[in-house]
């Protein structure tokens, strides 16, 4: 199984990004997905996760600007990112609990984007 992030990049402040991840490999099915962070310097957060059936939760700091959202047809899950301020720069990773062969339940995690905010 492999997650593939794409979508970040860099962008004023004020202005928004949308963060995409897929799932790919032997999958029978995905538990709960999200969005994770690490700023320089920093731990790595939670974001945003959404569940199979679709309840999310977000970290305080991005309640109102993020929205997560998933395709399961296409086992990918979105993070849409708008009034960005830099306080939000921070490489972002993808995670998912998948169901593979045997099932055998595992988390998987992607390569990281680069989300930058800046004047």
């Known amino acids: 199984v492999q997650l593939q992030a794409s979508g970040g990049g860099s962008v004023q402040p004020g202005g928004s990004l949308r963060l995409s991840c897929a799932a790919s490999?032997?999958?029978?099915?995905?538990?709960?997905m999200g969005w994770y962070r690490q700023a320089p310097g920093k731990q790595r957060e939670l974001v945003a996760a959404i569940t199979s059936g679709g309840s999310t939760n977000y970290v305080d700091s991005v309640k109102g600007r993020f929205t997560i959202s998933r395709d399961n047809a296409k086992n990918t899950v979105y993070l849409q990112m708008n009034s960005l301020n830099p306080e939000d720069t921070a490489v972002y990773y993808c995670?998912?609990?998948?169901?593979?062969?045997?099932?055998?339940?595992?988390?998987?995690w992607g390569q990281g984007t680069l989300v930058t905010v800046s004047s």
């Open positions: 995670n998912a609990e998948c169901i593979t062969t045997g099932s055998s339940i595992r988390e998987y």
């Open positions: 490999g032997i999958i029978f099915g995905i538990n709960a």
